[in-house]
């Protein structure tokens, strides 16, 4: 069982930047590959950005390509998300994700796809 525990959220204004991390236990880390998703007030759950076990591939929603950056640290179980230039319709609670695979360069977008989520953390972004 993996457990995942989100942090670095808060109320920052817009061009403002945060780095999220996602510390993991209780599991061998680089057997996952990881992903974050954000939910907006009324909105589904939507994907933002993964990551594969061995950090060699990248993927993220267009609306954030440039301004995000993925990465992870497989000596210290943490995967965060860099975020730049943050806008107001960033605003969202931001979710981390685990997906246990024996594929090293495979990333995965859909929520389904993974196995363990963390409880989240909410950023505001003000106008």
């Known amino acids: 069982q993996v457990q995942l525990v989100e942090s670095g959220g808060g109320l920052v204004q817009a061009g403002d930047s945060l780095r999220l991390s996602c510390a993991a236990s209780?599991?061998?880390?680089?057997?996952?590959?990881m992903g974050w998703f954000r939910q907006a007030p009324g909105k589904e759950r939507e994907f933002v950005a993964a990551?594969?076990?061995?950090?060699?591939?990248?993927r993220y929603i267009d609306s954030v390509k440039g301004r995000f950056s993925i990465s992870r640290d497989n000596a210290k179980n943490t995967v965060y998300l860099q975020m730049n230039s943050l806008k107001p319709e960033d605003t969202a609670v931001f979710y981390c994700?685990?997906?246990?695979?024996?594929?090293?360069?495979?990333?995965?977008?859909?929520?389904?796809?993974?196995?363990?989520w963390g409880q989240g953390t909410q950023v505001t972004v003000s106008s």
């Open positions: 990551i594969s076990r061995s950090g060699d591939i990248t």
């Open positions: 209780g599991g061998t880390f680089s057997h996952y590959a």
């Open positions: 994700a685990a997906r246990r695979t024996f594929v090293d360069n495979y990333y995965y977008v859909d929520p389904p796809q993974y196995d363990y």
